[in-house]
């Protein structure tokens, strides 16, 4: 008798074993997903998929987003047919990525990314030495896959035919509980891929949910395993940080995770310069406002107000050196982008941008007989908002961008009137006249551009 109990624990602790845990499935009055918030590309590509014969579910971040009642951005597709098979299912669609190899599938404007199911055992996967995972293209099941993805909320996954969410790892449940908690044992998770630490980061700020403590243990001790990570990702997650809509609350989440520091020297800069900090502050609260209503947001202007305050000192230390102040100031722009460049990939045409507005501000500065060429120059407007941000900062004389807003909407002959030489001046606006500035600093008009 006692033998045969033994024997049914035995076996049934077996049986847990190779089926971790039975996924639950919700159905549509359970999970309350509406059908019509996904798009004409996410319907088409599981339909055309199921179509083929495969299997085939919306998952990830639009599941999270559905099910907080959101509206979501982007549509991804997991499937059990390989990215081959994928590409030969739909005509416009191309296979991209070597680390993780998925397939874009085109329908009008939009791309819905498809990836196939990845195998939960990562132990033939090749790895760095501190076992960052380098590629990740062997293929498995839905459970899987399920096991594979970061955190329990971001593993669900819909069937938009059936309208049922699959979730394998109790993701609904922390939805409710407003919890982000990683899948798996934390510490490997992160070293497999250092990116999640500040995933876990940015969508705790995002969704404003409370990382589970075992979650958030080993982020401080293994914080500098992100200094490994390959340049353009930590660009790209940056970039999601930076444009989520909530810059500020990612940017305060990561000084509490300590994830700041000495990892990405732009960060560094963001969160370690007492003088920056109220204009930065300020930069991603207008970058938030705007994401908020719906408007683009140019990654050169954010960048450039990111390391106005390196390129300053930069510039102000040349100027001491007794550089005169043009080429000081290109001298600067030039260390600035270029000590960023090493560790986060800034496109060249972010860059440029970043020249641009940075070169325009000691233009702007000056005002007078230059104004109305100024304000035909194709950077005007992001240079003028780049002012108005430093004088709220109160890097800048309010005068200066008071005189600005003033000119901008002023009649023809008004704008004559304010760019006339003052008398006893120049042709610069009086204010100048009472600056006083050390004889180095010179004339800081970059050449025309
Ligand atoms: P967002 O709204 O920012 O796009 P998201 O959750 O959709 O959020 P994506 O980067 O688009 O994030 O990734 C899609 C899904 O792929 C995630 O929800 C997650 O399931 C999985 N995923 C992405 N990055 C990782 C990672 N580094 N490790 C494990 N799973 C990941
Ligand atoms: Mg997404």
């Keep these: 008798m ?29 999970h309350g997903i509406d059908r019509a918030k996904l798009s004409r590309g996410a319907l088409g590509t599981v339909e055309g998929l199921h179509k083929a014969g495969y299997e085939a579910y919306v998952v990830g971040g639009a599941v999270r987003d559905l099910l907080l009642g959101g509206v979501p951005k982007d549509f991804d597709v997991a499937t ?20 993780f190899r998925i397939v874009h599938v085109m329908f009008g ?32 099941s839905l459970a899987d896959d399920a096991t594979r993805r970061d955190f329990t909320i971001n593993s669900l996954y819909y069937d938009p035919e059936a309208q049922t969410v699959i979730d394998h790892h109790g993701g609904v449940a922390d939805l ?16 497999e891929d250092p990116v999640r630490m500040l995933r876990v980061t940015r969508f705790a700020a995002r969704l404003g949910f409370a990382i589970d403590p075992k979650t958030r243990a080993p982020i401080r001790e293994l914080a500098d395993l992100l200094t490994n990570v390959p340049a353009s990702r930590l660009f790209d997650e940056m970039m999601k940080l930076l444009l989520s809509g909530h810059a500020v609350a990612c940017i305060r989440q990561l000084r509490d995770e ?74 600067a722009m030039g260390l600035v982008i ?33 104004a109305a060429k100024l304000l035909e120059h194709p950077r005007f407007r992001a240079a003028y908002d780049f002012l108005l941000l430093r004088a ?58």
């Design 80 to 99: 059990n047919a390989t990215p081959e098979q994928v590409h030969a299912t739909f005509r416009r669609s191309r296979m991209i990525g070597r680390r």
């Design 258 to 331: 300590q994830l700041h520091h000495g990892l990405l020297p732009l960060l560094d800069v963001i969160l370690e310069q007492p003088l920056g900090e109220k204009f930065v502050m300020l930069a991603l609260a207008r970058t938030d406002e705007r994401i908020g209503m719906g408007k683009g947001v140019s990654p050169g202007f954010l960048f450039a107000a990111l390391l106005w305050h390196e390129a300053l000192a930069k510039w102000n230390e040349l100027k001491a050196r007794g550089e005169h102040a043009t080429p000081a100031l290109f001298e």
């Design 109 to 140: 404007q939009e791309t819905v990314e498809v990836s196939t199911f990845r195998t939960a055992d990562l132990s033939d996967a090749p790895t760095d030495e501190h076992g960052r995972v380098l590629r990740d293209n062997t293929f498995g």
């Design 338 to 370: 270029d000590a960023q460049r090493e560790k986060l990939a800034i496109q060249h045409r972010i860059a440029a941008d970043m020249r641009e507005i940075w070169s325009l501000q000691p233009r702007l500065d000056r005002r007078g007989r230059n």
């Design 2 to 30: 006692l033998k045969k109990f033994i024997a049914r624990v035995i076996e049934r602790a077996t049986a847990k074993k190779a089926h971790p845990r039975k996924a639950k499935v919700l159905t549509a009055a359970e």
């Design 176 to 191: 409710k509980k407003k919890v982000l908690r990683i899948i798996g044992d934390p510490a490997t998770r992160y070293r």
């Design 392 to 449: 709220q900062s109160g890097e800048l004389d309010t005068e200066v961008a008071d005189w600005w807003t003033t000119f901008i909407d002023a009649m023809p002959e008004a704008r004559l009137e304010m760019m006339a030489p003052k008398p006893g001046g120049d042709g610069a606006p009086r204010k100048r006249r009472r600056r006083r500035r050390p004889a180095a600093e010179g004339d800081a008009t970059p050449p025309a551009s």
